[in-house]
């Protein structure tokens, strides 16, 4: 919510995981929408549940599935979407599908100028290896992160689409100026581009 309220974004689709850790996350989201609307938030949404209770040794990347999407005339269709999604499943083993999901968004919702991603910090990617399928910049609304745990898989995410990260008390929006060997300090932790990829090299908190 204090995410939300601190950006004025427009023209953009709402891109949700919705596994069951994303629960608390998913209730402010649906609250956000029912106190200021659609016309002030987006019209289309994506939610994904990674799988649709698919056993974890058949998912495959690119194909994982769980994912839907809508464009959605009024408060009660995102919930019921939402809804949808999470009853169809939970998520399973704990890395999501958030690739996938934003790769479906772009090719239904062709017309925004970016995503913004409503993320499990506590869950890596999955399908980090199909960026580059990717478009359009993604803001990464990062849920369940702190000073001492950011998951630098949202990071390259958000690096490598000239996207944004955004924490409960900061916005993060440099992150594609950032070239090969450099790094970073988020919270307590240091990070450092490796192979084209943000990966954690060492803590601060001593």
């Known amino acids: 919510l204090k995410i939300l309220a601190r950006n004025n974004w427009k023209n953009y689709a709402v891109i949700g995981d919705v596994t069951v850790s994303m629960y608390p996350y998913t209730a402010q989201l649906l609250l956000w929408i029912r106190q200021h609307g659609l016309d002030n938030t987006s019209n289309d949404y994506c939610f994904f549940n990674d799988g649709d209770d698919t056993p974890n040794s058949e998912k495959k990347i690119g194909s994982t599935g769980g994912v839907y999407a809508q464009h959605c005339e009024t408060y009660e269709e995102v919930k019921a979407l939402l809804k949808e999604t999470m009853a169809k499943g939970d998520g399973g083993d704990l890395p999501e599908n958030d690739v996938e999901a934003l790769i479906d968004a772009e090719k239904k919702f062709p017309q925004h100028d970016f995503q913004v991603l409503i993320a499990d910090n506590r869950a890596p990617v999955k399908d980090i290896v199909l960026l580059n399928k990717l478009t359009k910049p993604v803001r990464i609304v990062l849920c369940g992160a702190n000073d001492y745990n ?57």
């Open 150 to 206: 950011i998951n630098a898989d949202y990071l390259t995410i958000a690096r490598k689409t000239k996207g944004s990260v955004h924490l409960i008390e900061k916005d993060i929006s440099d992150l594609s100026s950032f070239s090969e060997g450099e790094t970073m300090k988020i919270g307590k932790k240091i990070y450092k581009i490796q192979n084209d990829h943000f990966t954690e090299v060492e803590s601060n908190d001593k």
